[in-house]
């Protein structure tokens, strides 16, 4: 059986900053753990200062990490090489704002070295993709939050990444603009694109991810399937179509008799993504 590379692995990832105050060091990242296979969607939820941008950018190679080792597709992350799968929107990205959406799309694909027709024909794509066909001409300085978040998101995909990293890509975008970046999340998924995703918006990672890692003060507190983690293990629920209040009174005996009335699932009932990450961090914070 062939193993497959994971797209992204962190192992034992610390990260120490030194300090003004009497030369201390912060470690900022304490021994995080991360592994995404090919085409999954992860998300890593946190508060402000837990460690989830210097994860990242440990990740991007844009710190060194104190210990522990990062790789993207098996190459380390400290070798330039390992980024040529890769796009990356950060949470406040920078543009030029006198240029129009085409003309920024054109400045970053040639800087990845797509030139000619082939360039154009992906601007056109991207602006497709990111639904910024109409504003195509219009200068940046002129473009909401939501559609320059969008237009970061066509850049990151510029070269055709196979890994696309968002840190928090809705960070000051409208609840309609934050759809539509959700939209994009599932169209990248859809093309077996692997994201990772930083998000402080437990509600849109809840929709698009497959597995979350919840950190807290440098540390994994909690990871796995989303689908296994907002599991309430000790209930059980029984949904039942068509069902009169009287079988559902008497509910498994009579589910089995009822010609009329069929299961459509049993299990694990669900909190929520918030619900969990509120539980985790507050057990945490608790002398």
């Given at each position: 059986m062939v193993e497959i590379t994971p797209a992204v692995e962190i192992k034992d990832l610390v990260k120490d900053f030194k300090t003004s105050f009497r030369k201390q060091m912060l470690r900022a990242v304490d021994g995080v753990s991360i592994r995404i296979m090919p085409g999954e969607v992860y998300g890593l939820i946190g508060p402000n200062g837990s460690g989830k941008s210097t994860t990242m950018k440990a990740l991007l190679g844009l710190v060194v990490p104190t210990a522990g080792h990062c790789a993207i597709f098996g190459k380390d992350s400290l070798k330039v090489d390992s980024r040529n799968d890769v796009g990356f929107l950060p949470e406040n990205p920078y543009f030029y704002k006198h240029l129009s959406g085409a003309e920024t799309l054109r400045f970053y694909g040639k800087l990845c070295g797509l030139k000619g027709r082939f360039l154009e024909d992906r601007v056109g794509e991207l602006l497709a993709l990111v639904d910024l066909e109409d504003a195509r001409d219009r200068r940046l300085g002129g473009y909401s939050k939501?559609?320059?978040?969008?237009?970061?998101?066509?850049?990151?995909?510029?070269?055709?990444?196979r890994l696309v990293i968002l840190d928090e890509p809705t960070a000051g975008v409208d609840p309609v603009g934050s759809r539509q970046i959700r939209d994009l999340i599932f169209k990248l998924k859809e093309r077996g694109i692997?994201?990772?995703?930083?998000?402080?918006?437990?509600?849109?990672?809840?929709?698009?991810?497959?597995?979350?890692?919840?950190?807290?003060?440098?540390?994994?507190?909690?990871?796995?399937?989303?689908?296994?983690?907002?599991?309430?293990?000790?209930?059980?629920?029984?949904?039942?179509?068509?069902?009169?209040?009287?079988?559902?009174?008497?509910?498994?005996?009579?589910?089995?008799?009822?010609?009329?009335?069929?299961?459509?699932?049993?299990?694990?009932?669900?909190?929520?993504?918030?619900?969990?990450f509120l539980r985790e961090t507050s057990q945490r914070e608790q002398p």
């Open positions: 939501g559609m320059l978040q969008r237009i970061g998101l066509a850049q990151a995909l510029v070269q055709e990444p692997t994201v990772f995703l930083c998000s402080h918006l437990l509600e849109q990672v809840q929709e698009v991810c497959d597995h979350v890692g919840i950190i807290f003060k440098g540390k994994i507190v909690k990871a796995g399937r989303l689908d296994d983690l907002i599991a309430i293990e000790d209930q059980t629920e029984i949904v039942l179509k068509d069902a009169s209040p009287e079988l559902i009174a008497q509910i498994t005996a009579l589910v089995t008799s009822s010609a009329g009335a069929s299961l459509l699932r049993s299990g694990k009932p669900r909190t929520t993504l918030e619900r969990l």
